[in-house]
């Protein structure tokens, strides 16, 4: 599956954002689906993951209560919206894949990665 991820950009503290990660190919509703970020000189950490059909989500501690993850497995699209943004959200995110049944938090055990979507949120 190839992933394409969309919607990045520069805001204020406190304002929103809602990120899209297109995929191709079959079977979308197959994979368990995450967003990751990684910041300048950090390493790249867990935000947010979607079981196959939506049932089951789970949230970094960091951004529960201010990020949703949902997905559209009609459109082959999974979205990350993000509220009340601080300037410590700043990262380039990244939308994964994997075909496994549970979600998973750590990075090397997913094996599909899009190319990134630059979130910027000034003070």
């Known amino acids: 599956v190839q992933l394409q991820a969309s919607g990045g950009g520069l805001v204020q503290a406190g304002g929103s954002l809602r990120l899209s990660c297109a995929a191709s190919?079959?079977?979308?509703?197959?994979?368990?689906m995450a967003w990751f970020r990684q910041a300048p000189g950090k390493e790249r950490e867990f935000v947010a993951a979607?079981?196959?059909?939506?049932?089951?989500?789970d949230y970094a501690d960091s951004v529960k209560g201010r990020f949703t993850i949902s997905r559209d497995n009609a459109k082959n699209t999974v979205y990350l919206q993000m509220n009340s943004l601080k300037p410590e959200d700043t990262a380039v995110y990244y939308c994964?894949?994997?075909?496994?049944?549970?979600?998973?938090?750590?990075?090397?055990?997913?094996?599909?990665w899009g190319q990134g979507t630059q979130v910027t949120v000034s003070s």
């Open positions: 994964a894949a994997d075909r496994t049944v549970a979600i998973r938090r750590t990075p090397w055990e997913y094996e599909y």
């Open positions: 190919g079959r079977s979308f509703s197959s994979y368990v």
């Open positions: 979607i079981s196959r059909g939506a049932a089951s989500t």
